[in-house]
Structure formats: structure tokens, C-alpha cells
């Protein structure tokens, strides 16, 4: 492409810029002119603007563009920051309206349009076509795309999860064909079908629920309301580490305010679409590096573990710190260009995750030292063992001191005298300290290292119960004795016991599986905790096999063998120390590390199915298959014999804690408005989880959990859908979650019940 072309494009953007920014301004603006114009404003013209910048950090087109898109997120959250920093200082105290982030958004873009390069294009033949696979891929993404949407809306109006099985059949076979077809398909169909894939599986548990569904979800939900309810936000008043993420309050509270998309499908749909890029990242990432097989089967284990499509939609900060992580990774391995703009690009990204998400960041930097000082081990101690390295090696490590230095301070700054949310850290090392020097003395890590080769302490669920009892009973002795709390000879006979969640009844596949002599609930377990040991064991394998077989699937950089000999160890250490693995968690550690660590996964499978020769592809594609349609719940259930899965059923754990119910919300409604004629002369007191559900409702004093134990003589008692219904309780302790039988006698024996419906009743 000529240079006045390429000019003439940018002026074409920033030109689109100026209108978008005139489309923003009215108030009586119709919805779709101004979703189009913020949707431009926020993301299409940024990245259209970096992606001169990105291409000449990564050499590849796509890679490019996926890092202009990094970029662009980081530019909208940075452009509300200084909006809602500067503002103030001239006296608006409501700086985040419409009309100044669309103002600030247009002003930032027309600044860097003038300054950034423009992206340089290579000329381009006449007759291009239609690039072979895109019909085919496009077609099996789109009716993807679409169960996935109408499963979940299906299942929240009370009907059955075919829908949604046949959804996760259909990117099955997307990713069969990927993989099948990776020679004849280009990077940038393949690409898109490995979005249209990810897209879907997040869909497909984000739209569950018609309010917020989820987790952690709920919290960030709460603080993203409160800085879009006050124009403004204040983490002085809300010095809460949540609050801190800017990336579930300044970036939502922008795409609220400028697209017009309703506050809740930010978190069902937004966050999770932006998202959806990580596996593509994956893949390119490993492109850079590795034959097509390796970089597509990388990507597939990535979004077929089921932390990404079923616990990271309800971790929108993690969502975006994980994006911000992928693209700095793609920096990583892109060893075309410049050493010395990938590291500053490289840096930038990781620092900027400690606004997105404070946990990721400082897994981060610890990945970062152990590889530094594997690297400086390896390269030797001496500068003479260094020089002689440097001739050996023939190049310089990717990873350097500065580059762990600087998103430490800017993790520590940000946690610390910026925001002032650095306590838990504090808490979490200093638990850490205690399990190290007092081995023994804990409570136990998270149930997740169960699935780990690396062991790690663990507790019953009703050893768990015990110790939270004993700790209750503790906390509570004083002010139980000023009459504040149950005394202790109305609750001391109450012990609640452990509940365990059903399982769904045997199908027609799985009573014909019984009568063969075959355990339908045992199989269903041994193929789980299978493929967990399997991830894993393909991590070690792959990584023996690249560092010191002659015959190997890719050779890896250097810096990647240490940066995933550092990965690893930070993953070892969040399972053997207890806290680590509570505050943190197994799972979403090892989602993390496949950044690093899917390459060698893939490798290792390649490895393991040399046997096979010429049929070994068509056996990957049954294992990717296999494993998604298992460990997303589509094989439990058509055999029957496991607990449901929130994504196919309305039942299971997850429906059970995360999912909110019309009858609970009547009740809270009904509750305030009561309060609201007569006051309400004391707490209200509901599980965990159904406080998380209604915090938008509640005003006033709440206290979230019913225990027994922790029942206050004058509070109101609200209890949930599955309380009412099953008489089960759930908690979250030392980085589990716990059912019991709640005793609902207690209450009768105690207390009055003055409301009650099919999925709720309120005591008082």
C-alpha cells in the first residue's frame, strides 16, 4: 500500500473519530447510532490506531492486531482514570458523564493518531478471493455462537439443556476441523474460528441467569455500580482491593456510559467477548514458535480447561488482566522484531495488569523472579561464566532485572500508597510465613490441590465444618455472653452435618452401563480426575521431551524453557503452602501458567501418540473432543451419575450458590419495604451466597451467614431458594465450599416466621 493511502486511511479514522465524538454529545441520541459511535470511540478506532505501533513490536499481521486490541483495552481504562483524577481538580465533582469520556476518549485518539505510525502494509495482488475455510468455519462458529446464546436463555426459562449440549457438540467439531484442517486453512481463519469457539463456551455459562450470575461477579458488580451510580470513582471511600481493579469499574462504567449497552450485559457479554481473544493470543503466541499442530493444540487445551469456561466469567478483572498477560506473551515469543521495543512493550503490559487485577500481577512477578534467577543460574554467576554463556548461547535473555523490578513497584505502588488496598497481601504472606515455620499448624489448602500431582495439605469437607464451628463459637463468645447472639444452650445441640450434592439421575446410556457391571458415578469421577492428571503429566512430559529430546514437536526459546521452569514453581508453591492455594487458587494458577506451559503440553501429547504415525492427528482431535465434552459436563449428562453443571442444567453447585432466584429478590423487596414503613429494629442476617445475590437490595446492616453458631438473638433471618426447597446451607472456608443440612427447627424453636413463599422465608 502507497503512503498517501495509508494516510488517507488514518484520516479516515480520525475523521470517524471527530463524528463519533458529535454522535455522543446529544442526549436524545437513539441507541444504535450511539452504541455504534461508542463501540468506535472505545475499541475499533484505538486498535485501528496502535496496530501501526503494535506491528512494529510483533511481525506477524494478526499478532499485530490482537496487540493493538491490548493497547486499546489499556487506553480506555487509562482515559477514565485521568478523566475521573483531573476533572475534579477543576471542581466537577461528577467527572464520569457521557460527555467527558467521549470528549477525553476522541481528544486521546486524534493526539495519537498524529503522533503513532501508521501501520505499513505490503501491496496487495489483484485478485485476493475468499481465503479457503472461511465459509466452513464461519458457518459452524455462527450456529455456535447461537445455541450458545439460546441454551442458556432456554435454561433460564425453566426448560432443558438440549440447546446447550448440542452447543458444546458443535465446538467440539469446530475445533476438529481446525485442527484437521490446519494446513490448508490460513492463520487468520483458523483465528477466527478459534474465536467463535472460545466465544461460545463462555457464552454459554455467562448468559446464565437473567441478574448477575456468579462469584466473584457479584462483588465486582456491586463496586462497577457504585462508581457508575456516582459519576465518580472514590477509592478513598472504598478502599477495598476489589474497588482497586479498574478494570470492573473505570472500564465498564466507559463502555456503559458510551455504547448505551444495558450495565448488566457489560459483565454477561463484554467482558467475556474481549476474553474470548486470550486463546487466540495462545495460539499466535505459540505460532511464533512452533509448527500449526502444536499452536492450535495449545490454544484448545487452554479453552478446554474448565476453570476458562466456567469460573473465569465470573472474574471480570481477571478476564482483562488475563488479556493484558496474553499479549504480553505474544510480545515474548515474537523474536522478529527489536529486542529492545519488545521488552518496553513486554513491561508496559505487565505493569499495566496490576490496574486490572492485583493477584494476577503478583503471580506474575513472582514468575518473573524465579526465572530471572533460573536464567542467571544458567547463564552462570561470574562474568565469566556470563561471557562464556553469551558465546554460547549467541543471544541475550529476553527477561532482565528491570523487567521484574518495575511491575513489582508498580503491583506494590498501586496496592500500597496509591490505593491503600494492600492488606490482604500483608495477611496472605504473613499466613505463609506461619505454614512455613510452623508446618502443621494450618487449616489446609483449597480442595483444588487434590487435583494436583504436587500433593498439598487437605481437610474434609467435615473436618472443614468442625474447624469453622470451633472458630465461630470463638468469635462470638463474648458478645454471646451480652445477649447479642443465641445463647449457647439454644444452638450447642444443633451440629449441622455435611450435605452432599446429588447427582443426576441415570439416563438410558447409563442404566444400560449399570447393567454391564459398569459404575456410571465411578466412571464419571475416574474420567475427571483423569483428565486432570492428564493436563498435568502432559505438562511434564512435553516439557522433558522439547529440553532434551532429539526429536521433538518445536524447539522452544531458551527464555521460554525458564520462563516455564518459573511458572511451574510458582504453581508448586501455591499448592503445598495452604494459604496460597486459599487465597489464590490451584486452578486458575495453572489457567494462568498455560500461557506459558500449553506449547509443551501439546508437545507432550505429539510425544506420547508418536506410536500412531499417520493416524496420530486423527487422534488428538478425539482426545480435544473427548476431553471438552467431558469436562464440560456433556458426557455426565448423558450418562447421568454426577453432579449437574450450571452451563447444562438448572441444578449443581454453582445453580445452587451463584444463581439468583425471582423468590429471593420478592422476599428482599418485600423485607425493605416493610422496613421502610415500620424501620427495622434489627440485622438482617442470610447466607453467604444469597447476601451476594441481593446486596443490591438490601440496605442497611446485613450480616452473610446463618450458622447456627452466628445467629443473632434480634436479627431478621432470610433464607434462600435452595434452603427452602432442599434445607441446604452453603459457606466458603479456607478456599472451599462447604454444604450442610440447615437445621431449620432452630428458627421455629427461636424465632417467628413472618414470610413465606415457594423459594423463601424470612424469621424474625
Excluded at 467527558?100 to 489483484?126: D, F, K, N, Y
Excluded at 438410558?508 to 475427571?528: H, K, P, Q, Y
Excluded at 511434564?540 to 511451574?568: C, E, M, S, W, Y
Amino acid at each position: 500500500m502507497s503512503r498517501p493511502s495509508v494516510l488517507a486511511g488514518r484520516n479516515a479514522v480520525l475523521a470517524g473519530t471527530a463524528l463519533a465524538c458529535l454522535a455522543e454529545m446529544p442526549d436524545g441520541m437513539p441507541w444504535a447510532p450511539r452504541t455504534a459511535a461508542g463501540l468506535w470511540l472505545l475499541f475499533v478506532a484505538p486498535t485501528l490506531i496502535w496496530r501501526g505501533t503494535a506491528a512494529k513490536v510483533v511481525a506477524s499481521r494478526t499478532g499485530s492486531l490482537l496487540l493493538a486490541l491490548g493497547f486499546t483495552v489499556l487506553t480506555a481504562i487509562l482515559v477514565a482514570l485521568a478523566v475521573n483524577t483531573l476533572l475534579p481538580l477543576g471542581g466537577i465533582e461528577r467527572p464520569l458523564t457521557r460527555v467527558s469520556l467521549a470528549g477525553a476518549q476522541a481528544m486521546v485518539l486524534i493526539v495519537l493518531g498524529a503522533l503513532l505510525p501508521e501501520e505499513e502494509r505490503p501491496p496487495t495482488g489483484g485478485g485476493r478471493g475468499r481465503p479457503p475455510g472461511l465459509v466452513p468455519v464461519l458457518s459452524l462458529g455462527a450456529l455456535a455462537l447461537t445455541l450458545s446464546v439460546a441454551g442458556p436463555v432456554r435454561l433460564n426459562n425453566g426448560l432443558g439443556g438440549g440447546v446447550s449440549t448440542v452447543a458444546f457438540l458443535l465446538v467440539a467439531a469446530l475445533l476438529v476441523l481446525l485442527i484437521a484442517k490446519r494446513r490448508q486453512y490460513p492463520a487468520g481463519v483458523v483465528e477466527t474460528g478459534l474465536y467463535a469457539a472460545a466465544a461460545a463456551l463462555l457464552l454459554l455459562t455467562s448468559l446464565r441467569g437473567w441478574h448477575i450470575t456468579g462469584h466473584d461477579v457479584q462483588r465486582e458488580y456491586e463496586y462497577f455500580r457504585l462508581t457508575l451510580g456516582g459519576d465518580y470513582w472514590d477509592i478513598a471511600k472504598f478502599p477495598d482491593p476489589y474497588n482497586a481493579c479498574l478494570s470492573i469499574t473505570l472500564l465498564p462504567v466507559s463502555v456503559v456510559k458510551l455504547t448505551a449497552i444495558p450495565e448488566i450485559h457489560v459483565f454477561k457479554v463484554v467482558l467475556p467477548l474481549l476474553f474470548a481473544f486470550t486463546p487466540v493470543l495462545v495460539h499466535r503466541s505459540v505460532r511464533n514458535i512452533a509448527p500449526p499442530l502444536v499452536a492450535l493444540l495449545a490454544a484448545a487445551y487452554f479453552m478446554i480447561f474448565p476453570t476458562f469456561f466456567t469460573d473465569m466469567v465470573f472474574l471480570g478483572r481477571q478476564e482483562i488482566a488475563f488479556l493484558l498477560f496474553g499479549c504480553a506473551m505474544l510480545v515474548f515469543t515474537d523474536s522478529v522484531r527489536p529486542i529492545r521495543g519488545r521488552r518496553i512493550a513486554f513491561t508496559a503490559l505487565i505493569a499495566a495488569t496490576a490496574l486490572a487485577h492485583y493477584s494476577t500481577i503478583y503471580v506474575v512477578v513472582a514468575t518473573l523472579g524465579i526465572t530471572w534467577v533460573v536464567d542467571l543460574l544458567w547463564r552462570g554467576v561470574t562474568p565469566q561464566a556470563r561471557a562464556r554463556a553469551r558465546r554460547r548461547f549467541r543471544t541475550r535473555s529476553f527477561i532482565s532485572w528491570w523487567m521484574v523490578v518495575i511491575p513489582a513497584v508498580a503491583a506494590l505502588g498501586w496496592a500500597g500508597p496509591v490505593t491503600h488496598t494492600g492488606g490482604q497481601l500483608g495477611k496472605t504472606l504473613g499466613a505463609v510465613v506461619t505454614d512455613v515455620l510452623g508446618p502443621g499448624q494450618g487449616q489446609g489448602g483449597s480442595s483444588d490441590t487434590s487435583y494436583s500431582l504436587f500433593g498439598g495439605e487437605k481437610a474434609s469437607p467435615e473436618e472443614r465444618l468442625g474447624d469453622f464451628r470451633r472458630e465461630s463459637l470463638e468469635l462470638t463468645k463474648r458478645e454471646r455472653a451480652e445477649g447479642i447472639y443465641l445463647p449457647l444452650k439454644a444452638v450447642e445441640r444443633y451440629h449441622p452435618q455435611v450435605a452432599t450434592q446429588p447427582d443426576l439421575p441415570l439416563t438410558a446410556a447409563g442404566r444400560a452401563l449399570e447393567l454391564a457391571g459398569v459404575s456410571v458415578s465411578g466412571l464419571n469421577t475416574l474420567l475427571r480426575q483423569g483428565a486432570a492428571l492428564l493436563l498435568q503429566v502432559l505438562v511434564l512430559v512435553g516439557f522433558a521431551v522439547t529440553a532434551f529430546a532429539r526429536r521433538k514437536a518445536f524447539h522452544p526459546l531458551r527464555d521460554q524453557i525458564t520462563l516455564t521452569i518459573g511458572a511451574l514453581s510458582v504453581l508448586m508453591l501455591l499448592t503445598v503452602l495452604p494459604q496460597l492455594s486459599v487465597d489464590y487458587g490451584v486452578l486458575r494458577a495453572f489457567q494462568q501458567g498455560m500461557f506459558v506451559f500449553a506449547p509443551f503440553m501439546a508437545a507432550g501429547t505429539l510425544w506420547l501418540l508418536r506410536w500412531a504415525a499417520r493416524r496420530s492427528v486423527p487422534l488428538v482431535c478425539a482426545l480435544v473432543a473427548g476431553l471438552l465434552l467431558d469436562l464440560s459436563g456433556t458426557v455426565p449428562k448423558a450418562l447421568g451419575g454426577y453432579p449437574a453443571q450450571l452451563q447444562l442444567d438448572n441444578a449443581g453447585m454453582y445453580y445452587d450458590v451463584y444463581y439468583p432466584h425471582a423468590a429471593e429478590r420478592q422476599a428482599a423487596f418485600w423485607l425493605e419495604q416493610q422496613s421502610s414503613r415500620h424501620g427495622r429494629d434489627g440485622a438482617l442476617q442470610t447466607d453467604r451466597y444469597s447476601y451476594a445475590r441481593l446486596q443490591t437490595l438490601i440496605e442497611g446492616y446485613a450480616q452473610p451467614d446463618i450458622y447456627p453458631t452466628l445467629l443473632r438473638s434480634d436479627s431478621y433471618v432470610l433464607l434462600g431458594t435452595t434452603t427452602v426447597r432442599r434445607g441446604d446451607v452453603t459457606i466458603f472456608y479456607r478456599g472451599d465450599l462447604i454444604t450442610y443440612r440447615y437445621p431449620v427447627e432452630l428458627l421455629k424453636k427461636t424465632k417467628n416466621r413472618i414470610y413465606s413463599s415457594e423459594g423463601a422465608a424470612i424469621y424474625r
